[in-house]
């Protein structure tokens, strides 16, 4: 089984986790932690996710981040490396959020880091492109 961390700056962590909640309910194995360095130092920060994962005794973590090189990021990127299976992922949003908690469980960590970067893709579209796609399946599905 895997499991998820979702950490970034401010209450971007916590903030997901309320809209998760008010979603999908509470899901096992799934921790979040917020990084304000005008509360804790990296370190802290560091130590807080190692403390949760020492009691989860996993092999798997997904680390879920908000951005690329932040210090969330440098902290999972080098707790990841004391795991068999991790990886850390930038760029979270709540609908790869639900889809990837919802799939942890049934699928091998490598399908469900695939899966993760394919939702959070997905996850990022626009009316408009939306409204064309219906259009189109629409079309299909006359036979015109």
């Known amino acids: 089984m895997t499991t998820l961390i979702v950490s970034g700056h401010g209450h971007f962590a916590t903030g997901l986790q309320s809209a998760l909640e008010q979603i999908i309910g509470q899901y ?24 949760y994962l020492s009691a989860e005794n996993e092999s798997a973590v997904l680390f879920c981040c908000d951005i690329l090189g932040g210090t969330p990021f ?26 990837t908690i919802m799939a942890k469980d049934e ?16 996850g990022i579209t626009t009316l408009s492109a939306q409204q064309r796609t219906k259009r189109a399946d629409r079309t299909e599905d006359d036979g015109i």
Not at 30 to 51: C, G, H, R, W, Y
Not at 79 to 94: D, M, P, R
Request: proline residues 3%.
């Open 28 to 51: 096992p194995k799934v921790a979040f932690f917020d990084f304000d360095d005008k509360q804790i130092t990296p370190e802290q920060l560091s130590q807080n996710i190692k403390q």
């Open 74 to 99: 440098r902290q999972c990127a080098m707790l990841a490396q004391q795991f068999e299976s991790a990886e850390v992922v930038v760029g979270t949003n709540l609908q790869m959020l639900i889809e």
């Open 107 to 122: 699928l091998e960590f490598a399908e469900l880091v695939k899966q993760a970067l394919a939702s959070a893709n997905q």
